[in-house]
């Protein structure tokens, strides 16, 4: 699972973008333990299992023309840390995922509070839950960071030192960061800068994707991608085009926003 996190320079806003696993795409020539890899067209998610990463931000920055700053591995052990740490997440399960021999998930139907154990089946299942696809799972992720990014606010840990350095420190012993990041006090003050952001600014969406023409089986990005690369590196706001099938951490519907930003985009 891969999502760009975009945040605006003046704190007042941030958008994560989520790229499907299954999108083919020209990857670039990445070092990996036995030499180089020579890269081109492949499915997105072989550049992390190639050269981790180290590949995977060369790949984003390749296709998007976006310098990325920093990087989070959030591995299993550390998304429960995480859920943990803010005493579970709230899910919505419309019907039972029963439970799977292959994969050990079972999901009861309801809206529930969730542990770690039952999140991560929650943001891990594929079959059973929803059309089955990886595009309806990263919705269902998307959702589920966004309630995690709720709790937070809500309780007011941004705005407290202390509530926020516990809850990093908690959150964080898991974690495979850049070393910028590798200091807590880093990303306790990362934190701190976005104290006054609004849960309504506070969004997710999926690249702009259609089916690739070879394999309906897999996806690549929609010309309309390029346009979104542009705004992040010019630190724009999402536009009401990109805000259908928006989903923010305050839960309401931002395309019912009528002071959304028109979006022109020269």
């Known amino acids: 699972t891969t999502i760009l996190l975009h945040l605006s320079a003046d704190r007042e806003s941030a958008y994560g973008v989520s790229l499907p696993r299954d999108s083919m ?15 081109g067209l492949t499915q997105f998610n072989a550049a992390y299992a190639i050269g981790g990463p180290a590949c995977t931000i060369k790949t984003v920055e390749s296709l998007t023309n976006i310098r990325i700053d920093h990087f989070v591995v959030i591995k299993f052990a550390g998304f429960r840390n995480m859920v943990d740490a803010i005493g579970g997440v709230e899910i919505c399960v419309p019907e039972e995922v029963p439970y799977d021999d292959t994969y050990r998930i079972h999901l009861p139907e309801g809206t529930y509070n969730a542990d770690s154990s039952t999140a991560l089946d929650y943001v891990r299942v594929r079959h059973g839950l929803g059309d089955g696809s990886d595009i309806g799972r990263m919705k269902r992720q998307q959702t589920f960071i966004a309630s995690m990014i709720n709790e937070v606010v809500s309780a007011g840990t941004l705005a407290n030192p202390i509530k926020l350095y516990n809850f990093l420190d908690a959150a964080t012993k898991s974690l495979i960061t850049d070393s910028g990041f590798s200091h807590l006090q880093s990303l306790v003050g990362l934190g701190s800068s976005l ?5 309504d600014n506070i969004r997710f ?52 926003d009528p002071s959304s930003d028109p979006g022109s985009d020269p």
């Open 195 to 199: 104290k006054n952001i609004g849960l």
């Open 205 to 256: 969406i999926t690249v702009p994707w259609e089916a690739y023409p070879a394999d309906t089986n897999r996806v690549q990005w929609a010309p309309e991608a390029n346009r979104l690369w542009r705004l992040i590196r010019r630190d724009r706001p999402l536009p009401a085009n990109f805000a259908t099938d928006t989903i923010t951490a305050s839960g309401e519907d931002p395309s019912d």
């Open 25 to 39: 795409v020209l990857r670039p020539e990445c070092e990996t333990r036995n030499g180089t890899d020579p890269g």
